[in-house]
């Protein structure tokens, strides 16, 4: 199974639009300070190459924290509800868990005999007192890496191609300006939302958050 079916759509969503923003921060920051010359044209290839690099990194150690805090986290869950009193309060813990999920696309009667068939599963199978890490989670955190380091390479490309330093950082930032409108169009599939209307929001989104992290640093 490929790395990238690992994660969820979410997942895959804010893995590459930070991504694109890391990378547009540093294409744009360049081209200001430098004026857009050679200099500023290689400060933002190696920036951008290596802010990615280092973030894919991080990203995917996150990854794993959040697999292995979420897993144990359930199982936490589990063990209360096994020990609970009685079934009101084993069907309470439940209930505070799954209704903000469930109750929009369940009716009460519903899930609440779901919830009884999870209480009796757990009463059954005894949890267990913690969980490790898992192969699909190092496969999901390969996935993240590939994704962030992937967000570069719209930024990287034309700065590789185009000898002119000027035209390569506007092809480079009009590039990541362009992959954030069709991941936001792709993305509304998704949601059931109009796709012209998510991929020019996620532009807009994108940009203003380019706007705040120039000034501060980012």
Request: hydrophobic letters at 55%.
């Given at each position: 199974?490929?790395?990238?079916?690992?994660?969820k759509p979410n997942e895959?969503?804010?893995?590459?639009v930070a991504?694109?923003?890391?990378?547009l921060?540093?294409?744009l920051?360049a081209?200001v300070?430098?004026g857009?010359g050679?200099?500023?044209?290689?400060?933002?290839?190696?920036?951008?190459?290596g802010?990615n690099?280092?973030?894919?990194?991080?990203?995917?150690?996150f990854?794993l924290?959040?697999?292995?805090?979420?897993?144990?986290?359930?199982i936490?869950?589990?063990?209360?509800v096994?020990?609970?009193?009685?079934?009101?309060?084993?069907?309470?813990?439940?209930?505070?868990?799954?209704?903000?999920?469930?109750?929009?696309?369940?009716?009460?009667?519903?899930r609440?005999?779901?919830?009884r068939g999870?209480?009796s599963?757990?009463?059954?199978?005894?949890?267990p007192?913690?969980?490790g890490?898992?192969?699909d989670?190092?496969?999901?955190?390969?996935?993240v890496?590939?994704?962030?380091?992937?967000?570069?390479?719209?930024?990287v490309?034309p700065l590789?191609?185009?000898?002119?330093?000027?035209?390569?950082?506007?092809?480079?930032?009009?590039l990541?300006?362009?992959?954030?409108?069709?991941?936001?169009?792709?993305w509304?599939?998704?949601?059931d939302?109009?796709?012209w209307?998510?991929?020019?929001?996620l532009?807009?989104?994108g940009l203003?958050?380019?706007?705040?992290?120039?000034?501060?640093?980012?």
């Amino acid at each position: 199974m490929p790395p990238l079916n690992y994660l969820k759509p979410n997942e895959s969503l804010a893995e590459v639009v930070a991504g694109l923003i890391m990378v547009l921060s540093f294409t744009l920051a360049a081209s200001v300070a430098s004026g857009g010359g050679q200099d500023g044209a290689r400060a933002a290839l190696v920036g951008a190459i290596g802010c990615n690099v280092a973030w894919a990194i991080i990203d995917a150690v996150f990854y794993l924290m959040d697999s292995a805090f979420g897993r144990n986290r359930l199982i936490r869950i589990g063990r209360a509800v096994a020990s609970a009193p009685d079934e009101a309060a084993a069907l309470a813990t439940i209930r505070g868990e799954l209704d903000p999920y469930l109750a929009s696309i369940a009716r009460t009667e519903d899930r609440e005999h779901f919830y009884r068939g999870v209480r009796s599963w757990l009463l059954q199978k005894r949890p267990p007192r913690r969980a490790g890490l898992t192969r699909d989670d190092y496969m999901g955190a390969v996935a993240v890496f590939c994704l962030v380091f992937a967000t570069a390479l719209p930024a990287v490309l034309p700065l590789l191609l185009i000898s002119d330093p000027w035209m390569a950082l506007r092809a480079s930032n009009l590039l990541v300006i362009v992959v954030l409108f069709v991941v936001g169009y792709y993305w509304a599939g998704y949601v059931d939302t109009n796709r012209w209307l998510a991929g020019f929001g996620l532009t807009a989104l994108g940009l203003a958050l380019v706007a705040v992290a120039i000034p501060l640093g980012g």
